[in-house]
C-alpha cells in the first residue's frame, strides 16, 4: 500500500503540492485540479510546466481524476408537451445532456488518455453518470455501454480505468460499483474505492461494500464523513467509515495500490497533514496488529 495526494486537496499549484508532499515523504500523487480547471483541460503553458515539474521534482503519478461521466445522464428521448416553449425547453436540455455525454466520450477521454500516458499514470478515475433522483439499481445500458467503451479506448492506450464510488450515482455503494464493472465485461476495468462516499449512500463500506469490490480495487481515496440518522452528512476528519477494519483488509488482501489523502476540509496544508498522520497511524496498527483472521 503506498500512501498518495490528490494534489489539489493539499494545493491548486501542483508545483506546491509536489514540494510540500515530498517534505512529508510522500512520492506518489493523483491529479484533479490544476489552478482554477480540471485535467486535462488546463491551459498549454499549464500543462508544459505541470509535465516539467512531474520530472524535476521526480515524483510519480498515480493517476488522473478528470471528471470524466460526472454528468447526468441523456434519457431515451426528450421529455414532450403540448405547450410550444415547454416542449422546446425540454428539447435543448436533451440536446444538451446528448452533446455532454457525446464530448466525454469522444474529446475528454481521448485527451485525458493523451495525459496520462504523457504523465506515466496508469489509471484514469472515471465516475457512473449522475442517478438524477431514479432508482439505484441497476445501471441502465447506457451507462455500461459508455463505460464499456471507455474501458475499450484506455486499454487500446495501455491504460486502466477505475469508476469511483460516488454518492448519487449509479456506481454508489460496493455492491452496485461491482456490478457494474461485472456488466461492462471489461478486463482493464477496476473500482476507485471510496468508502466515505458509499456510506453517504447507506452502503456499510466495510466489511459489506469492500466485500462486493474486493479484487477490484485499484485506488483508495481516503477521506471520512459523519451520516446522521435523517440522511444528512458532513464531512470530518473521523466519522463513520471503519478506516481501521478497512485499512487492516487492505493490508490483509496484499492490496499494494495507492490510497489518496482526500480529506476534503480547510485549511488545505493543516488538514492533509492531519489526515496523513491518522493514515500512517492506522496503517502501522494494522501492520502490528496479531494476524488472528484473514479476510478472504
Avoid at 241 to 269: C, F, R, T
Wanted: proline content about 7%.
Amino acid at each position: 500500500m503506498r500512501i498518495s495526494l490528490v494534489t489539489d486537496e493539499l494545493s491548486g499549484d501542483p508545483e506546491t503540492a509536489f514540494e510540500i508532499g515530498l517534505e512529508w515523504g510522500i512520492r506518489d500523487f493523483e491529479l484533479r485540479g490544476v489552478h482554477d480547471r480540471r485535467v486535462p483541460r488546463i491551459e498549454p503553458h499549464l500543462r508544459r510546466r505541470l509535465v516539467r515539474a512531474v520530472r524535476d521534482f521526480g515524483v510519480s503519478i498515480t493517476a488522473l481524476s478528470p471528471g470524466l461521466f460526472k454528468i447526468p445522464l441523456p434519457a431515451a428521448s426528450p421529455q414532450h408537451s403540448n405547450l410550444g416553449w415547454m416542449d422546446k425547453g425540454f428539447d435543448l436540455a436533451w440536446s444538451a445532456a446528448k452533446a455532454e455525454m457525446a464530448d466525454h466520450l469522444d474529446s475528454l477521454l481521448p485527451q485525458s488518455l493523451e495525459l496520462a500516458a504523457e504523465l506515466g499514470a496508469p489509471l484514469i478515475v472515471a465516475f457512473s453518470f449522475q442517478r438524477g433522483g431514479d432508482r439505484a439499481d441497476p445501471a441502465p445500458g447506457a451507462v455500461v455501454e459508455a463505460l464499456a467503451r471507455a474501458a475499450e479506448a484506455a486499454a487500446q492506450a495501455g491504460i486502466a480505468l477505475a469508476i469511483e464510488t460516488e454518492e448519487g450515482h449509479w456506481a454508489n455503494t460496493g455492491a452496485r460499483t461491482a456490478a457494474l464493472v461485472a456488466a461492462t465485461g471489461a478486463a482493464n476495468l477496476g473500482v476507485n474505492w471510496d468508502p466515505a462516499n458509499a456510506l453517504i449512500d447507506g452502503d456499510v463500506p466495510w466489511p459489506d461494500g469492500y466485500g462486493a469490490v474486493r479484487g477490484l480495487v485499484r485506488n483508495v481515496h481516503f477521506k471520512d464523513v459523519a451520516v446522521e440518522p435523517d440522511g444528512r452528512w458532513r464531512i470530518v476528519e473521523d466519522g463513520g467509515v471503519d478506516w481501521p477494519g478497512q485499512i487492516a483488509a487492505l493490508l490483509a488482501d496484499g492490496y499494494d495500490g495507492p490510497i489518496a489523502l482526500e480529506p476534503h476540509l480547510s485549511p488545505s496544508v493543516a488538514s492533509c497533514r492531519r489526515a496523513l498522520a491518522r493514515l500512517r497511524g492506522l496503517i502501522e496498527q494494522a501492520q502490528n496488529a496479531p494476524k488472528i483472521f484473514s479476510t478472504r
